[in-house]
């Protein structure tokens, strides 16, 4: 679970357009949009594109700017949401995306841009060349070679150059300038595979950005999580196979021990899988199918998400990945979850949170796509805390009860404490409880504490209470006492600000501002629950 970036963090800007841009409108079940099929998707999203010209000219872009269609979000009452990736001169903007909103009738109310600077260079022709460029990213990253990155990530031993240098605009830090964007692989020392975007200046080979792309979550498994389950299984002919068609044809492959390829998709001839014990290896299969499972009904079923990436296509989940490899992890490359086998290749690391987590950071990637580094680090990291919490709510499985614990099975520290406490998030010793203005210079995994407070605040509200079993005792910065308006409502609170309203440097003043706007937008403006999250961001002392 532990990544690195360097970016900037900056203020989501909302402008008013007066401006007049017309898409059809799809109707959708409210609270929740529709659910897309892969070509209502594609047509929906065609639709915002040809209407991208119209937009940049509201919007009063400069000439050689463009706006390409993400993602389009249509609320029950015709309200549109247009997700835009911008270019210049035809290089991609990194930190330029915006979400404009419409009403109804056509017209722009407002726009939430991820930078509100002027994309004014005095030059696109970059002073270092393209192979120079690649090379000093790979120099980069190899000068890290035999350190780690972030304190559960295994120190790189191997390094190598991926792809060519791409030349882009970086605009993430609100300074735009011409920029390189280099992937550099490598490997790990305990096997986890390494792939790193890397953003240098072309004029100077400063490195902007470092993103590590592999998601890990780092552990010692303890064995299988998730007990007796459902599964649906493909026939095919007289084999039953790990794939549910059901479910886009996501599917679970084993890789024998292996640490590359897409591996063996698991098949027998009856159709029961696996008996509870890391031993037999069907077993590990079994949780990972059901954990992909899990995510994807939790997603569909409350959000009306047909998918990670909303295009009803399913994820692919690997296991026994390596030997002895006490790690898992996601991978957008791939559109795969990976798990290792943990210590003695007997602890597999397939519990069902660690799934719901690293898939989450899909479909963040998918939607406001938060920079990994600085507040909208930690906002990206809680996000994925947040819906994997709330995934194994929905499964509600007895052999893994559900709880505001993060990785509490996996045992990480080796005493029984969990990996974080979304309660009291201060008690994992780094993480923090409220807002300052130095928490963005924290790891993600320690920021997302205040996004963690917030949403367990937001849910279950202050003080002393036990549930499932487990006491929690949450405290607020300003000694408010708060009463919470359930998991359900707050969970849908954050999906609709995260795929509404966020860009990719919200950060935490933006995150209060785009769930106020999300609450209103569900439940009113002057609802309960829309006081509920204003006094809830007070309490973790976002104001």
Not at 250 to 256: N, S, V
Request: hydrophobic content about 35%.
């Amino acid at each position: 679970m532990k990544r690195k970036l360097a970016a900037v963090a900056v203020l989501s800007a909302t402008a008013l357009l007066t401006g007049v841009v017309q898409v059809s409108a799809v109707a959708v079940a409210d609270p929740a949009p529709q659910s897309q099929g892969a070509q209502q998707r594609a047509d929906l999203i065609a639709l915002a594109n040809g209407q991208a010209g119209k937009v940049a000219h509201a919007l009063a872009l400069g000439g050689q700017e463009q706006l390409v269609a993400k993602d389009a979000v249509v609320d029950a009452d015709g309200t549109r949401h247009l997700r835009y990736e911008r270019t210049l001169a035809g290089l991609p903007v990194l930190g330029g995306d915006l979400v404009v909103h419409q009403k109804a009738d056509g017209s722009t109310t407002s726009v939430d841009k991820a930078t509100g600077a002027t994309l004014a260079l005095p030059s696109l022709t970059p002073q270092i060349p393209a192979d120079q460029a690649a090379a000093q990213a790979t120099g980069a990253v190899q000068s890290t070679v035999g350190i780690a990155a972030d304190e559960d990530e295994s120190p790189l031993t191997e390094v190598h150059q991926a792809g060519k240098a791409e030349l882009v605009v970086w605009a993430a830090d609100g300074t735009p300038r011409l920029a390189y964007r280099t992937t550099v692989e490598g490997l790990r020392a305990d096997g986890t595979p390494s792939r790193q975007l890397l953003v240098t200046d072309a004029a100077s080979g400063q490195v902007l950005s470092s993103h590590e792309q592999v998601r890990t979550a780092s552990g010692t498994g303890k064995g299988v999580f998730v007990g007796t389950v459902p599964l649906t299984t493909t026939q095919s002919g007289s084999s039953y196979q790990l794939k549910d068609a059901s479910r886009g044809g996501q599917a679970t492959y084993t890789l024998k021990g292996k640490t590359s390829g897409s591996g063996t998709l698991v098949a027998k001839t009856t159709n029961s899988f696996g008996n509870g014990l890391a031993s037999n290896a069907e077993s590990a299969a079994v949780d990972a199918q059901y954990g992909a499972a899990a995510t994807w009904d939790y997603y569909k079923n409350t959000f009306g998400r047909n998918g990670i990436k909303n295009n009803g296509v399913g994820a692919a989940s690997r296991v026994h990945y390596g030997s002895n490899y006490v790690n898992a992890f996601w991978d957008d490359s791939c559109f795969c979850m990976t798990y290792g086998d943990g210590t003695s290749n007997t602890h597999p690391l397939t519990e069902l949170d660690v799934a719901g987590h690293e898939m989450s950071h899909g479909v963040t990637s998918a939607t406001a796509n938060l920079n990994y580094s600085g507040e909208s680090g930690g906002l990206n990291e809680a996000t994925s805390d947040i819906f994997g919490t709330m995934v194994e709510f929905y499964a509600n499985l007895p052999a893994d009860k559900p709880d505001y614990l993060i990785g509490e099975l996996i045992n990480i520290n080796g005493d029984g404490t969990p990996l974080r406490y979304m309660d009291k998030p201060s008690k994992d010793g780094a993480s923090a409880d409220y807002w300052s203005s130095t928490v963005g210079n924290k790891d993600v995994h320690y920021s997302s504490g205040v996004a963690n407070h917030f949403f367990y605040l937001l849910s279950e509200g202050s003080g002393a209470k036990t549930i499932n079993g487990v006491s929690y005792n949450s405290p607020t910065s300003n000694g408010s006492t708060l009463a919470g308006i359930g998991r359900d409502k707050a969970a849908q609170i954050w999906y609709r600000a995260l795929t509404t309203y966020f860009t990719s440097t919200t950060n935490y003043a933006g995150a209060r501002t785009g769930t106020l706007k999300a609450a209103a937008d569900l439940y009113g403006a002057s609802s309960a629950e829309y006081s509920a999250v204003a006094a809830t961001w007070s309490a973790v002392n976002v104001n």
